[in-house]
């Protein structure tokens, strides 16, 4: 028999600061590379990448005997998704474009069990250890941590709201889609952009909810650590390759 797991992103969500990478290629040999390099987490991205259910299991399989901890990002705020997604083992998602409360709430309702939620039951789900795990059903929800993105102007307008909702343990800023909803899509560094950023970190320091962001810029990624945003993706394994690759082919080529 196997103890249900600790969930070591949601146990240091708040109290350290935890660095970590998108994963987009659908290749969970670089997640279990990366996963030895000092990362604390790994976001598993299925909106945006070509990752599919099966690939899910595979990508928590690579990293699973390293140091860093999986985040799964669905494609979409849907209790189909998000149950398939727990029902593989993982602990923690992030929410795609949660607009409203309302969208929030119902974020909460599918990552719990009735009577409090909606989330289908299966005691015999990989993240049961396939019913292997006793007690698996009183001790899997306070393991799940549930992080919602914002992602427009309208969104960052209503930020304390939808962070106050019962269940929302993060709240992750998404730069690219907010620069486009305020009419700068490409120019995530746009000042204007930037401006209504750091005011959404403002609210979430005040209200003392742990925050998150992505950018590949460096020093925009130093400078929100700096600023004590709890969870900042500092890269993407595309992005790395391919600035080491570009690197590495002009260093060569050089005359």
Same mark, same amino acid.
């Given at each position: 028999? /196997?103890?249900?797991? !600790? /969930?070591? =992103?949601?146990?240091?969500?708040?109290?350290?600061?935890?660095?970590?990478?998108?994963?987009?290629?659908?290749?969970?040999?670089?997640?279990?590379?990366?996963?030895?390099?000092? =990362?604390?987490?790994? @976001?598993?991205?299925?909106?945006?990448?070509?990752?599919?259910?099966? *690939?899910?299991?595979?990508?928590?399989?690579?990293?699973?005997?390293?140091?860093?901890?999986?985040?799964?990002?669905?494609?979409? /705020?849907? &209790?189909?998704?998000?149950?398939?997604? @727990?029902?593989? *083992?993982?602990?923690? @998602?992030?929410?795609?474009?949660?607009?409203?409360?309302?969208?929030?709430?119902?974020?909460?309702?599918? &990552?719990?069990?009735?009577?409090?939620?909606?989330?289908?039951?299966?005691?015999?789900?990989?993240?049961?250890?396939?019913?292997?795990?006793?007690?698996? =059903?009183?001790?899997?929800?306070?393991?799940?941590?549930?992080? !919602?993105?914002?992602?427009?102007?309208?969104?960052? *307008?209503?930020?304390?709201?939808?962070?106050?909702?019962?269940?929302?343990?993060?709240?992750?800023?998404? #730069?690219?889609?907010?620069?486009?909803?305020?009419?700068?899509?490409?120019?995530?560094?746009?000042?204007?952009?930037?401006?209504?950023? /750091?005011?959404? =970190?403002?609210?979430?320091?005040? &209200? *003392?909810? #742990?925050?998150?962001?992505?950018?590949?810029?460096?020093?925009?990624?130093?400078?929100?650590?700096?600023?004590? !945003?709890?969870?900042?993706?500092?890269?993407?394994?595309?992005?790395?390759?391919?600035?080491?690759?570009?690197?590495?082919?002009?260093? &060569?080529?050089?005359?």
């Amino acid at each position: 028999m /196997n103890a249900h797991p !600790v /969930n070591r =992103f949601k146990a240091r969500l708040g109290k350290e600061q935890q660095i970590g990478y998108f994963s987009t290629l659908a290749a969970p040999v670089v997640d279990e590379l990366l996963g030895s390099t000092g =990362f604390d987490w790994v @976001l598993i991205d299925t909106e945006h990448s070509p990752v599919d259910m099966a *690939g899910v299991v595979s990508h928590l399989q690579a990293v699973k005997g390293t140091p860093t901890s999986a985040i799964v990002r669905p494609a979409w /705020n849907d &209790m189909v998704l998000i149950k398939r997604i @727990l029902d593989q *083992g993982a602990q923690s @998602l992030l929410i795609p474009y949660v607009e409203t409360v309302e969208e929030a709430r119902q974020a909460v309702s599918y &990552m719990r069990f009735p009577p409090t939620g909606v989330r289908g039951v299966s005691g015999g789900s990989r993240a049961a250890n396939y019913g292997q795990t006793p007690g698996y =059903f009183a001790a899997a929800e306070k393991e799940l941590c549930l992080l !919602v993105q914002i992602e427009s102007e309208g969104a960052l *307008g209503r930020i304390e709201e939808i962070a106050a909702v019962e269940g929302v343990d993060g709240v992750f800023i998404g #730069p690219s889609d907010v620069a486009a909803s305020m009419g700068h899509i490409g120019n995530a560094q746009h000042p204007d952009v930037q401006a209504a950023i /750091n005011e959404g =970190f403002r609210k979430l320091k005040a &209200m *003392g909810k #742990p925050s998150g962001y992505l950018t590949t810029n460096e020093a925009e990624a130093q400078r929100r650590i700096a600023e004590g !945003v709890d969870f900042v993706g500092v890269t993407t394994d595309a992005t790395l390759m391919v600035r080491a690759a570009t690197a590495i082919v002009q260093k &060569m080529k050089a005359k």
